[in-house]
């Protein structure tokens, strides 16, 4: 479970899971953690954005946020804080402007709510109202919900989308030490890469590559599953459930998109039979599960499609 890190000064993040923030890199740090990164980005005056790669353990440091976040399921994106809580625009930008962050939700700090808003519509209001940081639209209740501030981590959730208002920032005087140039001929290359281009626009990829990257055969997840769902259903890549009622997992893996099994999983499946326990796994069981499931069906979880409108919840 990853947590916030201690900040020192003003600047704070709004942290988003499973998001990656496309185009504007600064620099590229490897090796390193959560927590280094979010205070590397928060000790440079010219990062105003950060997305951490779990898996690689990658720090991509940004000038800006892209205007709207992409899905990345091992990628965290921080958005840093303004003085004025706002998050920060490139200086060059005037008005209001906003991150918008798909399948998301920011939880709390709510104070006024409109139905039967369309998505454009909550966030021109939004715009308009000076007390407004920050909106989430449900788009399957065409709720809008204004907020006073953005959460400090946002949650998923698969029919909202989150939008928080960018703040212009005035030209900066440096109070920090210009980041080293690198040294060696691996890091030179490195930083001079440029920002990295969605292979598919629709299955955004993480920021240090232009391919999805090749998963392992999921042991971890296969674990889990044992653990928790073997009694019911059948865990490979054939063969018959231990109970008729119960679904090869395979084939739910294959049949319901992405963000809907991540939900389920995350807040319990909806029992289709009686003796079907509700379990929620957390972040990292969900990945592993997923990751796994992939490798039995030969189907890359970042390669699959997500949700457009409700539907049903996986069994």
């Known amino acids: ?72 399921a091992f990628a965290i994106t921080g958005l840093k804080l303004s003085p004025s809580g706002l998050v920060t625009a490139p200086q060059s930008d005037t008005g209001s402007h906003f991150v918008i962050i798909p399948q998301t939700d920011s939880p709390g700090n709510d104070y006024f709510r409109i139905t039967l808003f369309t998505l454009e519509d909550c966030q021109r209001n939004c715009a308009a109202d000076k007390e407004c940081h920050a909106f989430s639209y449900n788009q399957a209740r065409s709720v809008c919900h204004f907020k006073r501030a953005a959460n400090q981590w946002t949650k998923f959730y698969a029919w909202a989308i989150t939008g928080v208002r960018l703040s212009s920032l005035q030209p900066k005087t440096a109070t920090t030490a210009p980041v ?85 999983f995350g807040e319990g499946m909806g029992s289709k039979h009686r003796d079907m326990p509700q379990i929620q796994f957390s972040p990292d069981q969900i990945a592993a599960i997923l990751n796994y499931l992939g490798s039995i069906t030969g189907v890359d979880p970042a390669t699959r499609a997500r949700a457009a409108i409700p539907g049903e919840t996986p069994p």
């Open 1 to 72: 479970m990853v947590t916030a890190p201690a900040l020192a000064g003003e600047n704070k993040f709004v942290f988003v899971p499973r998001a990656d923030s496309p185009g504007n890199d600064l620099l590229r740090l490897n090796n390193s953690s959560f927590e280094d990164c979010a205070r590397r980005c928060e000790a440079e005056n010219d990062c105003n954005t950060f997305t951490y790669n779990q898996r690689h353990g990658a720090c991509f440091l940004k000038r800006s946020a892209n205007r709207e976040l992409a899905f990345y």
């Open 180 to 264: 080293p140039a690198p040294t060696t001929s691996k890091e030179k290359a490195e930083a001079s890469e440029p920002p990295s281009v969605p292979a598919e626009p629709q299955i955004p990829t993480p920021s240090e590559q232009t391919q999805p990257p090749a998963y392992t055969a999921g042991g971890e997840g296969k674990a889990i599953l044992e653990n928790n769902c073997g009694q019911c259903h059948s865990l490979g890549a054939s063969g018959e459930s231990p109970l008729p009622q119960a679904p090869p997992l395979r084939e739910v893996y294959l049949k319901y998109p992405i963000d809907q099994l991540e939900q389920g």
